[in-house]
């Protein structure tokens, strides 16, 4: 079974003012009702698993909320303490 891997992370900083550090733009509804974070969820296809899903620890309730909010389920969350790109985020969800 495939695992889809949702790296949630980031500075908020290239969409300021509406994107802040603490509501970076992936959790923004800039196109419809749902927020970019939420349309990736939704965009999964039914054969593949509950997504792991790997964002920093300021985030980590966003993330659940906006999961309740589609009715949609992961497969785990992971935090990063501080974010470090996206090699170290893989390496994490690979181990």
Request: glycine letters at 6%; one cysteine or more.
């Amino acid at each position: 079974m495939i695992v889809p891997v949702i790296l949630s992370g980031g500075s908020g900083t290239r969409l300021w003012p509406l994107s802040r550090k603490l509501y970076p733009k992936q959790f923004l509804n800039l196109v419809n009702n749902l927020s970019l974070f939420q349309e990736t969820i939704t965009r999964l296809p039914k054969e593949v698993s509950e997504p792991l899903i790997i964002c920093n620890e300021e985030h980590r309730f966003i993330v659940a909320e906006q999961l309740r909010q589609i009715k949609s389920k992961s497969r785990g969350i992971i935090l990063e303490p501080i974010g470090k790109n996206t090699a170290p985020a893989i390496a994490l969800a690979a181990m």
